[in-house]
């Protein structure tokens, strides 16, 4: 094989990682661990009708990490040479030689291995990889020219864009595991801008993605409802201040549902730094409170065969029926907190993490229209601003803006507000969600309203 060439093939990639493995467990490693990724992507942006931006990128490298006596360390490099590999090796076991010894590092025990073949997840589409850069730039300028052809006052946009995305995961370990997959996304997206009647401008945004082309939203279909939600907010004015309803709009509910994410994570347990401490097997949330991580469905945007450690990937309900059940775990926060793993790593290079995959609300039987019809007086959230959330508290707090409900009717536009609770209220009174679930990355949320929730407005 080339080994700095881009045309490497799935075997080329294992061959990588397995011998990076070899060549520390040569320089000394008791154990060690091998990620082989590469990528690439290609966007475009079309804005006033002119292709205005053009990016593509490549990526490559391996991340190593190795065990010795106890003491962890790691590196990368994006050669591929078995020279590079050797020095790599190498120096990982030195810098492990001097770090700190931590009684609960190294790779998991056993249970390495696949959840299901890549090819029945559908993580990858070939026809995604041969999008051209010609079909893109058409479907960026067709979305925005929608946006303009479906109302007069959508005069401007921050441009359309569309693109593509290829990689590879391979991961290899001193254990005896070895396996790679390949993924694949693709997306369309604009920001339609108009002006309101004093000058001040008003967007809105909507983007289609998918791991497969033939499954995205029409460019048309995506410039229109981006034109919609821009026109809408035209003649946007504050709210009045109470608690009342909200009903949390598909592309705000996924921002929450990362809070409680983070609020969830193994790591965050043993810091002592999320109001979920202590409380495994407690009824926080209502019955209406299904949250799940599931990387095992096919076709979704982060599915994968297997964890970041090599464990098989699993689903993981973290509140059943508003019950906490309990914290999505790696080996490492797993072992300092005297558990299992969730079999939930996520990889930033050498180094591992928890991450959520498929991460969403399941369902309900409403539709969207039968919750806001179900609002006497109350919010439609379609936009949050900033980050004014505290894990370890609960407090949850946002500028937003979206429209006000009357009488189960969408009303008038609101901007320049505030919405706050707390995060295990915020569960306790989530009471009805939509049948409208659409993943359009991994974490995904249907239309869902929360019962009661502080909008501080005029």
């Known amino acids: 094989m080339s080994v700095n060439g881009a045309d490497l093939t799935e075997q080329d990639y294992l061959d990588v990682a397995e011998a990076a493995v070899a060549a520390a ?8 661990e091998a990620a082989v990724g590469a990528g690439n992507d290609f966007s475009a942006t079309v804005r006033q009708g002119k292709t205005e931006k053009l990016l593509e990128s490549g990526s490559k490298g391996v991340s190593l990490r190795v065990f010795v006596g106890g003491r962890a360390a790691s590196v990368s490099t994006s050669d591929f040479s078995p020279a590079a590999i050797r020095r790599a090796a190498s120096d990982a076991v030195d810098l492990a030689k001097i770090s700190d010894p931590d009684e609960y590092g190294g790779l998991p025990d056993a249970g390495f291995g696949l959840s299901a073949d890549p090819d029945d997840l559908e993580t990858y589409d070939p026809a995604t990889a041969t999008l051209t850069p010609e079909r893109l730039i058409d479907w ?15 005069t401007n946009s921050d441009g359309g864009t569309a693109g593509r995305t290829t990689m590879r995961v391979t991961l290899a370990n001193s254990h005896g595991f070895a396996a790679s997959y390949r993924r694949s996304s693709c997306g369309i997206g604009i920001e339609a801008i108009a002006d309101d009647e004093d000058g001040k401008k008003r967007n ?25 939600r821009t026109v809408r907010q035209l003649g946007a004015r504050q709210a009045p201040t109470g608690a009342v309803p909200v009903v949390w709009d598909v592309t705000v509910g996924p921002a929450l549902l990362g809070i409680y994410a983070r609020a969830a994570d193994g790591h965050a347990a043993y810091r002592r730094s999320t109001f ?10 209502s019955a209406s409170a299904v949250i799940v991580d599931d990387p095992t469905r096919p076709g979704l945007p982060a599915s994968r065969p297997f964890d970041g450690e090599g464990l098989p990937t699993q689903r993981n309900v973290l509140f059943d029926a508003g019950r906490f059940t309990d914290f999505l775990l790696d080996t490492y926060s797993a072992r300092k907190l005297g558990k299992t793993s969730t079999h939930s790593a996520g ?5 591992t993490t928890v991450t959520t995959s498929n991460f969403f609300i399941e369902p309900g039987t409403h539709t969207p229209d039968e919750i806001i019809a179900s609002v006497d007086q109350g919010l439609f959230l379609t936009d949050l601003i900033g980050f004014a959330e505290n894990i370890t508290t609960g407090d949850f707090s946002r500028g937003a803006g979206g429209i006000w409900i009357e009488g189960g009717r969408l009303t008038y536009p609101v901007s320049e507000i505030n919405v706050s609770g707390h995060l295990a209220e915020m569960l306790a009174n989530l009471d009805m ?6 993943f359009r990355s991994g974490t995904a949320a249907p239309t869902f309203r929360i019962g009661t929730m502080m909008v501080s407005g005029q």
């Open 25 to 32: 467990r040569k320089a000394g490693a008791e154990e060690a």
């Open 140 to 154: 960026a300028g067709r979305a925005e020219q929608a946006a303009f052809d479906a109302h007069a006052r959508v």
């Open 204 to 228: 809105g945004w909507w983007w289609s993605s998918h791991r497969s082309a033939s499954q995205l939203e029409s460019p048309e279909a995506v410039g229109r409802t981006a034109a919609e």
């Open 276 to 285: 979920l401490l202590g409380r495994e097997g407690e009824t926080i949330g």
């Open 347 to 351: 990889r930033g290079g050498a180094l």
């Open 433 to 438: 969600v939509a049948n409208d679930l659409q």
